[in-house]
């Protein structure tokens, strides 16, 4: 009665993932992997640190916190794990298991406060301006940014939220409606 089945599934088939949700994934690793090498890696999230610096011509302590932050976030957990990965396949799979994670919330949530604190200079709103300096620094496409910032300004008063902010990459990286309109890291690319 022996039944051998081929333990080729170990890992989950990433055609069995949520088109959308996995579209905007790899929109956000596209964009994140700086040196091309289809990972989104330590080296690829100190240059973004690099880009939103410059962006925003930033010095100082804002400069060293926004080093910090990408740093905290390659340093420890699952994180840590998500940046080690050695393929993009591998890296999409681990984000997908560990997206719903209370640790992966608690750092994104963390790591986009952080990042909230100083587009904002500590005034404790993001202006259009302000979140620019965000949008460029990813090298987005310019003319998605209003639309984006829009969508993220829940009460529509033209400024953002600690909350809006947050809010919006926790949805990016867990909401997995079809549907969704979040484009945090701009158009959704083609999978
Ligand atoms: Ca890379
Ligand atoms: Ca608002």
Redesign the pocket.
């Known amino acids: 009665m022996s039944d051998c089945k081929t333990n080729s599934s170990k890992e989950q088939d990433i055609r069995e993932l949520p088109l959308t949700w996995m579209r905007k994934i790899i929109t956000a690793l596209f964009i994140l992997d700086k040196d091309n090498d289809g990972i989104m890696g330590h080296e690829d999230l100190m240059q973004m640190a690099d880009n939103i610096i410059k962006a925003g011509n930033l010095s100082g302590k804002a400069a060293d916190e926004l080093y910090e932050i990408y740093r905290d976030y390659c340093d420890s957990g699952t994180s840590k794990e998500i940046v080690a990965s050695y393929s993009l396949t591998n890296q999409l799979l681990k984000l997908w298991k560990y997206k719903d994670s209370p640790e992966t919330i608690d750092k994104w949530t963390t790591m986009y406060s952080r990042i909230f604190k100083v587009l904002c200079s500590d005034s404790g709103?993001v202006t259009f301006d302000n979140y620019m300096i965000f949008w460029n620094g990813m090298n987005l496409d310019k003319r998605f940014a209003k639309m984006q910032f829009d969508y993220?300004?829940?009460?529509?008063?033209?400024?953002?939220?600690q909350d809006?902010f947050v809010k919006g990459i926790l949805d990016y990286g867990t909401n997995t409606d079809e549907n969704t309109l979040n484009r945090f890291y701009g158009p959704l690319i083609n999978y």
């Not at 993220?152 to 939220?161: E, P, R």
Request: hydrophobic letters at 35%; aromatic letters at 0%; a negative charge.
């Open positions: 709103i993220l300004d829940t009460n529509s008063d033209g400024l953002l939220s809006d």
